[in-house]
């Protein structure tokens, strides 16, 4: 072949080249030509399998090169094209390490990793029993997670299982190109041995019947479920392509705006709500989740203190914007502090209801409610009116879960007056150990026996999901630990996702079976207000939220259990978020939705 190669090119005729022997193979063992007699059996026991009788998807393959009638050997050309373009390739380039900025020629890098960063990858797959596919998704799970060597190492394999790691985080990485074969043969000591030739096959055909060696058949079974479990690989992958496709097809029809709509540009807020879909802002249009939230004492009267406390110097003749007012109780009480103008936004259908509830209370002279998301909103007082308050009750699930934040942002940068104020205006989340083995076992051992029935399969998938729960305060085992401020008046976007190192003090001898996450609120005004979402205070409807651990820590009282959590977007669903909690070394993720 004349053209040479580029590696981001050869992957993919690789990955075509495979995948469409995979189709051909199987489609030819569907019709499997008749077998002729070939050389009579020894001592060798043999199976007979009467045609008729065999209705499998797809009858076992006949290895190259056997004497069977109807089967020529029509590949021989593809193989010498392939091996021809094999040979004309090029060179696969350097490659990045994944744990340092080093470039080495791939195969080099493996050799690195285990002498510089003590991980032997080839170990790695071997332990984990990867295939290609497993491989590539490690190598982009290291790159995008740039996980240590030492937390890589403890992890299970169910950390890089997501079909996302399928896609390259590095274009046209040449570690991508390592072949695992290559990497087990490695692990074992040595390079893989050309493969030996294969004793002739005994197979004989008489009517309807077709008699093999057992050993024969035994591995024509093996080599038919092998390439089964491949094919069925490759149908995942394609079917989460297309899935991936009609994602970015979606995403591009918002972030175009193909109705012709001119849009003024918006933050990242607005680029993570290309993806939403409209359950969201649905999800505030029932009135049960308003009742939870107007029933919460705490939540609803520290907002009224702060706003009423601090009518005279703060709201007093002020304008107000109220962002995700939601009812309206908000504006409502910013209105009765004294408030010129409020201004309130809501993106859910439960606005509409907001506007009789304000006209029921006779506030619509100074309250305007507005429908829409903030950033697309037109306000009263066009483009460039400023707000001297915002006012928003925006915090989630382990405080970032929603993203609300990130339009409070928006609209603080935008739309408040130069002193103004945002309230409230700083955030704290904080981290404690809990020890309640009855819940754990609750939770986890349960699908151990379901009515006599094993379920255990279940239990990573429950360990995976974070838990939002009332945590008895008898259940806290350990003195709190900070884990972020936010400071609403100079915190960005790119501030919510962080890493933050962790110290928990034992306060008494139990097993840690949980690491409970919380957060507290602060109003810093002229009359400070604050409340706390924590396990030792009235719980709220944020209540706190658990993240259980795979093994519990046996610890003494003064002990410390030392860590790290990591906190950010899911990339599917940006409104969610993905924590990850690493103790001595081992890492286990979770979801929060």
Not at 246 to 256: E, K
Not at 292 to 298: A, F, K, Q, Y
Not at 309 to 337: E, H, Y
């Amino acid at each position: 072949m004349s053209r040479k190669l580029r590696v981001g090119d050869l992957m993919v005729k690789t990955l075509i080249f495979q995948y469409t022997n995979l189709l051909n193979m199987s489609a030819d063992l569907e019709d499997m030509p008749d077998l002729e007699e070939s050389a009579p059996a020894d001592t060798a026991s043999v199976t007979t399998v009467r045609l008729g009788d065999h209705q499998s998807p797809a009858a076992p393959p006949v290895s190259a090169g056997h004497d069977v009638a109807g089967v020529d050997s029509d590949d021989d050309d593809d193989d010498e094209a392939w091996e021809e373009m094999e040979e004309d390739c090029e060179p696969l380039p350097a490659a990045t390490c994944l744990f340092c900025p080093l470039q080495l020629p791939a195969s080099d890098l493996v050799a690195h990793c285990r002498s510089e960063h003590s991980l032997d990858l080839a170990g790695l797959a071997v332990r984990h029993a990867l295939d290609s596919f497993g491989y590539i998704r490690l190598v982009n799970y290291v790159r995008s997670t740039r996980v240590t060597p030492s937390e890589l190492d403890g992890l299970p394999a169910a950390a890089w299982a997501d079909q996302a790691f399928m896609k390259p985080v590095v274009q046209d990485d040449p570690l991508l190109m390592i072949d695992v074969d290559d990497l087990l043969a490695a692990a074992e000591g040595g390079a893989a041995p050309p493969p030996s030739e294969p004793a002739e096959p005994v197979v004989s055909y008489e009517g309807d019947r077709v008699t093999l060696s057992t050993q024969h058949y035994e591995q024509l079974q093996r080599q038919l479920a092998a390439l089964r479990r491949q094919l069925q690989l490759t149908e995942d992958r394609d079917e989460q392509l297309v899935k991936d496709m009609a994602t970015m097809r979606g995403t591009m029809h918002q972030i175009l705006r193909l109705d012709d709509e001119e849009v003024e540009q918006g933050p990242v807020s607005a680029a993570s709500a290309a993806g939403d879909s409209a359950s969201y802002f649905e999800s505030y249009a029932h009135f049960g989740i308003h009742h939870e939230m107007l029933s919460d004492r705490v939540r609803t009267e520290s907002y009224r203190d702060a706003i009423c406390r601090n009518a005279a110097p703060c709201v007093r003749g002020r304008a107000v914007l109220d962002l995700g007012c939601g009812t309206g109780i908000l504006s409502m009480l910013c209105a009765r502090a004294g408030a010129a103008e409020v201004v309130g936004v809501d993106q859910s259908e439960v606005i509409y209801h907001a506007m009789d509830i304000v006209r029921e209370n006779r506030l619509s002279d100074i309250i305007t409610l507005v429908k829409g998301r903030l950033e697309d909103a037109k306000l009263p007082g066009g483009p460039d009116r400023k707000f001297d308050i915002i006012v928003s009750e925006w915090m989630g699930y382990f405080l970032l879960f929603e993203g609300m934040l990130d339009s409070v942002l928006y609209a603080r940068d935008r739309l408040l007056a130069d002193g103004g104020r945002l309230l409230p205006n700083r955030c704290t989340i904080s981290l404690v150990a809990a020890s309640d083995q009855e819940r754990y076992d609750n939770l986890l051992t349960f699908w151990e026996d379901v009515y006599g029935f094993r379920m255990s399969c279940l239990r990573p998938e429950v360990l995976q999901e974070a838990s939002v729960e009332v945590v008895p305060a008898a259940a806290v085992c350990s003195q709190p630990c900070l884990l972020k401020t936010l400071d609403i008046n100079t915190i960005r976007v790119e501030d919510t996702e962080f890493t933050s190192p962790f110290r928990l003090r034992a306060l008494r001898s139990c097993r840690v079976t949980a690491l409970v996450g919380y957060f507290d609120t602060h109003f810093d005004l002229p009359v400070p207000v604050e409340f706390s979402t924590g396990p030792h205070t009235t719980p709220t409807h944020w209540k706190q939220t658990a993240f259980y651990l795979e093994r519990p820590i046996t610890v003494a009282e003064g002990d410390t259990i030392e860590g790290s959590l990591f906190c950010g977007r899911d990339r599917k669903d940006p409104r969610s978020l993905r924590v990850t909690i690493t103790i001595a070394g081992k890492s286990q993720s979770y979801r929060v939705s």
